[in-house]
Protein backbone atom coordinates (compact mmCIF):
# COMPACT_ATOMS: atom_id res chain seq x y z
CA UNK A 1 0.00 0.00 0.00
CA UNK A 2 1.64 3.44 -1.12
CA UNK A 3 2.13 5.98 1.44
CA UNK A 4 3.46 9.44 1.78
CA UNK A 5 6.62 9.64 3.36
CA UNK A 6 7.21 13.38 5.04
CA UNK A 7 10.56 14.96 5.61
CA UNK A 8 12.82 18.04 5.94
CA UNK A 9 11.77 18.64 10.28
CA UNK A 10 15.02 19.72 12.47
CA UNK A 11 15.45 22.42 14.94
CA UNK A 12 15.41 26.07 14.19
CA UNK A 13 15.41 29.41 16.06
CA UNK A 14 12.09 31.80 15.97
CA UNK A 15 12.58 33.43 12.24
CA UNK A 16 14.10 31.20 10.71
CA UNK A 17 12.98 28.93 8.27
CA UNK A 18 11.95 25.28 6.94
CA UNK A 19 11.06 23.43 3.81
CA UNK A 20 9.27 20.17 4.63
CA UNK A 21 8.29 17.40 1.86
CA UNK A 22 6.06 14.95 1.44
CA UNK A 23 6.99 11.46 -1.20
CA UNK A 24 4.89 8.81 -1.93
CA UNK A 25 6.58 5.57 -1.24
CA UNK A 26 5.18 3.88 -4.55
CA UNK A 27 3.32 4.94 -7.87
CA UNK A 28 0.72 6.68 -7.65
CA UNK A 29 -1.43 7.16 -10.22
CA UNK A 30 -3.93 10.52 -9.21
CA UNK A 31 -3.11 13.51 -8.54
CA UNK A 32 -4.52 13.90 -5.29
CA UNK A 33 -6.20 17.18 -3.27
CA UNK A 34 -2.82 17.21 -0.24
CA UNK A 35 -2.66 18.23 2.42
CA UNK A 36 -0.08 19.44 5.78
CA UNK A 37 -1.01 18.93 8.91
CA UNK A 38 0.17 19.42 12.36
CA UNK A 39 -0.04 18.21 16.08
CA UNK A 40 1.60 20.08 18.67
CA UNK A 41 1.80 18.61 22.26
CA UNK A 42 -1.56 18.31 23.90
CA UNK A 43 -3.37 19.73 20.93
CA UNK A 44 -5.40 18.43 18.27
CA UNK A 45 -4.19 17.93 14.91
CA UNK A 46 -5.08 20.64 12.25
CA UNK A 47 -4.70 21.31 9.05
CA UNK A 48 -2.26 24.07 7.99
CA UNK A 49 -2.67 24.13 4.32
CA UNK A 50 -3.95 22.13 1.61
CA UNK A 51 -3.44 22.45 -2.57
CA UNK A 52 -5.60 21.15 -4.59
CA UNK A 53 -5.29 18.86 -7.67
CA UNK A 54 -5.60 21.76 -9.74
CA UNK A 55 -3.17 23.52 -7.65
CA UNK A 56 -5.57 25.85 -5.69
CA UNK A 57 -4.38 26.83 -2.56
CA UNK A 58 -5.97 27.75 1.08
CA UNK A 59 -4.12 28.59 4.08
CA UNK A 60 -4.86 28.59 8.16
CA UNK A 61 -5.19 31.99 9.54
CA UNK A 62 -2.00 31.74 11.60
CA UNK A 63 0.64 30.63 9.19
CA UNK A 64 -1.03 32.98 5.70
CA UNK A 65 2.07 35.32 4.65
CA UNK A 66 4.90 32.40 6.13
CA UNK A 67 3.94 29.23 5.15
CA UNK A 68 3.73 28.53 1.27
CA UNK A 69 2.31 24.98 -0.18
CA UNK A 70 3.19 23.98 -3.45
CA UNK A 71 3.47 20.81 -5.52
CA UNK A 72 5.63 18.88 -8.26
CA UNK A 73 2.84 17.07 -10.54
CA UNK A 74 5.65 14.54 -11.95
CA UNK A 75 6.71 13.32 -9.14
CA UNK A 76 3.81 13.61 -7.15
CA UNK A 77 5.32 15.50 -4.16
CA UNK A 78 4.17 17.91 -2.51
CA UNK A 79 5.93 20.64 -0.36
CA UNK A 80 5.76 23.02 2.59
CA UNK A 81 7.91 25.85 2.69
CA UNK A 82 7.96 27.37 5.86
CA UNK A 83 9.61 31.10 6.62
CA UNK A 84 9.31 33.53 9.64
CA UNK A 85 8.82 30.32 11.87
CA UNK A 86 7.33 31.01 15.73
CA UNK A 87 7.52 29.14 18.47
CA UNK A 88 3.92 28.17 18.41
CA UNK A 89 4.51 26.06 15.31
CA UNK A 90 6.36 23.58 16.89
CA UNK A 91 4.54 20.20 15.89
CA UNK A 92 4.65 17.02 14.40
CA UNK A 93 3.61 17.73 10.89
CA UNK A 94 2.04 15.16 8.43
CA UNK A 95 0.85 14.92 4.91
CA UNK A 96 -1.75 12.94 3.32
CA UNK A 97 -4.95 13.54 0.29
CA UNK A 98 -7.71 15.10 2.57
CA UNK A 99 -9.64 11.63 1.25
CA UNK A 100 -7.75 9.43 3.08
CA UNK A 101 -8.05 7.90 6.46
CA UNK A 102 -4.13 6.74 7.07
CA UNK A 103 -1.42 8.74 8.55
CA UNK A 104 2.27 8.70 8.19
CA UNK A 105 4.93 9.17 10.57
CA UNK A 106 5.40 12.87 9.81
CA UNK A 107 8.13 14.74 10.74
CA UNK A 108 8.81 16.84 13.60
CA UNK A 109 9.91 20.71 13.82
CA UNK A 110 11.10 22.50 16.91
CA UNK A 111 11.10 26.17 17.04
CA UNK A 112 13.35 26.92 19.81
CA UNK A 113 15.82 30.04 20.94
Known amino acids: QVQFVESGGGLVQPGGSLRLSCAPSGRLRSIYHMGWYRQAPGKQREL???ITSGGVTTYRDSVKGRFTISRDIPENTVYLQMNSLKLEDTAVYYCKPLS??????????????
Do not use: E, N
Not at 100 to 113: C, E, P
Open 48 to 50: VAD
Open 100 to 113: WDDWGQGTQVTVSA
